[in-house]
């Protein structure tokens, strides 16, 4: 990889350049993304061997409706604050603000008069009520996002993650007590209600925002062409969460649901690093946007980071979930089978993740849009086809059917950008097989790891974990150097 920037100068002696910003800003996501999954395990643990899994599932899969509508509401509001060149002024703010506000209120009207329609295909009677009230926060969940995008465009993420810690350690202060004396599903509902009030009003207080009702035709038109542009390729790529609910839930039922919840949850927390990388992108992507040669260099830097940093913690997972029977009981047991392929499958989302900023970035949002259809029609239906023949684990099988669709993200992006994928695929190859650990009787899944113990043994990968390992640390300077018959560019021998 190729050594420092040449427009960075001595951090004694000037202030900080954007990669000093994006490390100290990714070691505060990475903080937060870390303590969420010690938070998170631990937490979700005791929730599901309380409640169960039907509890769960009715929870989980009413919460999956409930953050799709929402993302339909947040007509990529944040990103454009984020990404806008010239500075949002309070107008702008007030503006945002005021399309949220009448946003959410219409979503979740709109969404309560759909529960007839759920209820016919999926739906129990006593599960209307729980999502009844969790379309209800559906405001709540769209309106901090100007107060987020204020701290975003200043890349404080220290103060982002510290609210969203907040929020998160807020969900289970209230449900699990609540689990405990018996309130079941409402237990997790309850909590949710109480987390999105906490990132509201966290978030508003730190970011110092003062939110006011505008109404501008040209700052809505301005909103709305991006905005638009923007999610119509974000609602595509969240039609994926209805898979659970809809196609697992109306053949199998709620229990089925909260076994892929939970496994899904598993591999999100696990997850911390795509999460972290992909936050940050949006908001540095966007500084190198017409620098293509620096845009392939954080490109190709990211997927290999983005694979050391989720990989072996998949991979961990995937060794510890031999003792999940022992910990929730027999009655978890799909959770074990379903993991690994769902782990993969968000270890190639992460190694592409990158490839959706970038493109975000370039304005090629029909590109996305286009990814985004080909995975989900590929998931949906293969899941439809699989689920009524080998049960939950036909989820996970749908989505590495789905995984043919990154070859059309990488088509679209390297008609632009470049890339290589060489370093990437050794580092995949070498990390990916211990995450189906689980699936193995103990002694032989060992042999899993004979490829990370053989990709460990080459100089090369140990010398550049050390430098990541020390520029991590450092939060400035030049990035690990790279064999440089691996620091050339994608058409160079």
Known sequence: MPGPDSTLTPASTAPPGLRQLVVRGG??????????????????????????????????????????????????????????????????????????????????????????????????????????????VVPLMLLHQPAFAVLERKLDFRTVAYVELAGQLSFYAVALPLALLGAGVWAPVAGFWVWQ???????????????????????????????????????????????????????????????????????????????????????????????????RRIIEEAMTLQILGVAPLLAVGSVMLWFLPLILGEQWEPVRVIFPFLALSSLLN??????????YVLKRNKDVALFHLAYVALFAGSAFLLVPLVGAVGYGLGELVAVAAYFVIHRKLTRVVPLNYRHTARWLFGLAPGMFAVLLPRPWAFILAVPTVVLMLLPSSRRLLRGYASQFRAGAGPLPTRPKRLARGPHQR
């Open 350 to 359: 992460a190694v592409f993740n990158m490839h959706s900023s970038a493109l």
């Open 197 to 295: 009030t906490c990132l509201l009003t966290g978030a508003y207080a730190t970011a110092r925002f003062r939110p006011r009702l505008v109404w501008s035709l040209p700052l809505i038109r301005e909103l709305l062409s991006y905005g638009f542009r923007f999610s119509a390729a974000s609602w595509l790529w969240e039609l994926r969460m209805l898979v659970n609910p809809l196609i697992v839930g109306h053949f199998l039922g709620a229990a089925s649901v909260g076994h892929v919840s939970l496994a899904m949850r598993f591999v999100e927390v696990l997850s911390v690093v795509r999460a972290a990388t992909y936050r940050l992108s949006i908001a540095a992507l966007a500084r190198v946007q017409n620098d293509h040669a620096r845009l």
């Open 27 to 136: 070691k505060y996501l990475v903080f937060r993304q870390g303590a969420g999954v010690l938070i998170g395990l631990v937490g979700i643990l005791l929730l599901t061997r309380v409640i169960g899994p039907s509890q769960y599932g009715v929870y989980a899969g009413a919460l999956a409706i409930v953050v799709f509508a929402a993302g339909i509401g947040r007509l990529g509001v944040e990103v454009f604050l984020v990404r806008r060149e010239e500075p949002p002024d309070s107008a702008v703010y007030g503006q945002a603000f005021t399309l949220l506000l009448v946003s959410g209120l219409l979503l979740a009207g709109i969404s309560l008069l759909s529960l007839p329609l759920l209820r016919a295909w999926t739906l129990s009677d006593g599960n209307v009520a729980p999502i009844r009230t969790l379309f209800l």
